[in-house]
């Protein structure tokens, strides 16, 4: 086991990059695994740890860009983040939110918004909220062969138009209209679809209902997949957590005990220390010592 490698020992194949046609094709089997990512470094974590799917969402209004919902967020800054998520090469298919009012306005503005989210941002596929009102609007983005994830839902551009962060699809008359929204979101090629903030038997009978693989967030363990936001993942995100959301590390606490501890040490002057430090060759210094 120790031994010298041998020479002809065959490497171990690269992952395969996952694209489009994989995550359709993976309905019915393993569950999917799509997490946020903003950056370079948290695309890097996110991709070693194996995800499926890398969503760059425009919950970076929140939690990198420090707004108090998504609605802010434009265009310009969702290809700027995606294209530092692209720099990395990520195995992961590279998802990214069509943000406010980049398709709202019909379906040319669309194209042009996630064609520059392709072209610039380096995005594999484009997410957009949304039910039957947005069929104009995924026509167009497949007809430039920009594919669509659908999301509906809790849909947070919506923020003001549902009166605040509500679950959706409570009562009979919103689950008819959920389900008619994602079996026409279907039809029309999306090739998988969010559901956020639905209740689980909801989630649970719509997956059984389309084609293509549901991603829940909020949404019970009867989809096929589901999602977080990396920062409520890592425990990163100071404030009141949703209820759907798992913190599996509080890096942000381990983060300021590490910034306090280093605080200290500078105003004890216990850092840094000669480990830290660059020293002159000996002979420069004894001149330096000399001449003072
Ligand atoms: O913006 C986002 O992070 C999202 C996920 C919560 C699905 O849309």
């Given at each position: 086991?120790y ?5 002809s020992?065959?490497?171990?194949a690269?992952p395969?990059?996952i694209?489009?046609?994989?995550v359709?094709s ?16 948290s695309?890097?974590?996110?991709d070693q740890?194996?995800?499926d ?13 420090g707004?108090e ?8 800054d ?7 998520v692209r ?6 298919l590279?998802v990214v ?5 980049s398709?709202h ?19 594999e ?5 949304g039910g039957r009102?947005?069929l ?8 430039a ?19 605040g962060?509500?679950?959706?699809g409570?009562a009979?008359?919103?689950?008819d209209t ?6 026409a979101l ?5 090739f998988?679809?969010?559901l ?8 649970a ?5 389309v ?16 999602v977080l936001?990396?920062?409520d993942?890592?425990g ?11 913190t ?9 005990a ?6 200290e040490e ?9 480990k830290?430090s660059y020293r002159?060759?000996?002979d ?9």
């Open positions: 086991m031994g010298p490698q041998q020479e020992a065959p490497r171990p690269a395969k990059k694209t489009v046609p994989n359709v993976s309905k019915g089997q393993q569950p999917l695994v799509m997490l946020t990512a903003y950056d370079a470094s695309a890097r974590i996110v740890a194996g995800v799917l890398i969503l760059v969402g425009d919950s970076l209004g929140m939690v990198v860009l707004y919902d998504t609605l802010k967020v434009t265009l310009d969702m290809i700027r983040h995606s294209a530092a720099r990395t090469g990520p195995r992961a590279l939110d069509m943000p406010y009012l398709y306005t019909g379906a040319r503005d669309a194209v042009l918004a996630g064609g520059r989210l392709v072209r610039e941002g380096g995005a596929a484009v997410k957009l909220e009102k947005r104009p609007v995924i026509s167009a983005l497949l007809d062969e920009i594919p669509v994830m659908g999301h509906l839902g809790l849909t947070p551009q919506s923020l003001n138009a549902m009166g962060y509500r679950v959706q409570r009979m008359a919103e689950i959920l389900v008619a929204d994602a079996r279907c039809d029309a090629g999306i998988a679809l969010v956020e903030g639905v209740p689980s038997d909801v989630a009978m719509i997956s059984s209902q084609s293509v693989p549901t991603i829940g967030i909020g949404a019970g363990v009867g989809c096929d997949g589901q936001v990396y920062h993942l890592l990163l995100f100071d404030g009141p957590a949703p209820k759907f959301v798992k599996y590390a509080t890096l942000g606490k381990q983060a300021v590490a910034v306090s501890a280093f605080a500078v105003r004890a002057r216990a850092f840094p220390t000669p830290q002159l060759p000996r420069v210094g004894d001149a330096l010592a000399r001449r003072n």
